[in-house]
Nanobody
Framework: EVQLQASGGGSVQAGGSLRLSCAASGLSFDDHAIGWFRQAPGKEREGVSCISSSDGSTYYAGSVKGRFTISRDDTHDTVYLQMNSLKPEDTAVYYC???????????WGQGTQVTVSS
């Protein structure tokens, strides 16, 4: 069974930082692209960032580019999302996903709450 355990959320003031972790099990981690999505109350789910399994290439949504950094540790089957210069609009539940190479399948983990106060 694929499990994705997201952690590291919390409450910070604007301008602060958090590092989210996504620990995976039950899959061949280095055969999966890993992504982060978020969903704020009353808003649609938004893709935040992802990192490929092959060459480590990354994607960032425009709203977080330059502030968030995604990285992966294939030795420990974990992906990190370093979030700096947080803004109140970053407040959301953050979810990690795993997508096997060459498929459209998405495995989802439980979310972790991030709250940024002004």
């Amino acid at each position: 069974e694929v499990q994705l355990q997201a952690s590291g959320g919390g409450s910070v003031q604007a301008g602060g930082s958090l590092r989210l972790s996504c620990a995976a099990s039950g899959l061949s981690f280095d055969d999966h692209a890993i992504g982060w999505f978020r969903q704020a109350p009353g808003k649609e789910r938004e893709g935040v960032s992802c990192i490929s399994s092959s060459d480590g290439s990354t994607y960032y949504a425009g709203s977080v580019k330059g502030r968030f950094t995604i990285s992966r540790d294939d030795t420990h089957d974990t992906v990190y999302l370093q979030m700096n210069s947080l803004k109140p609009e970053d407040t959301a539940v953050y979810y990690c996903t795993a997508q096997p190479i060459g498929t459209t399948t998405q495995h989802w983990g439980q979310g972790t709450q991030v709250t940024v106060s002004s």
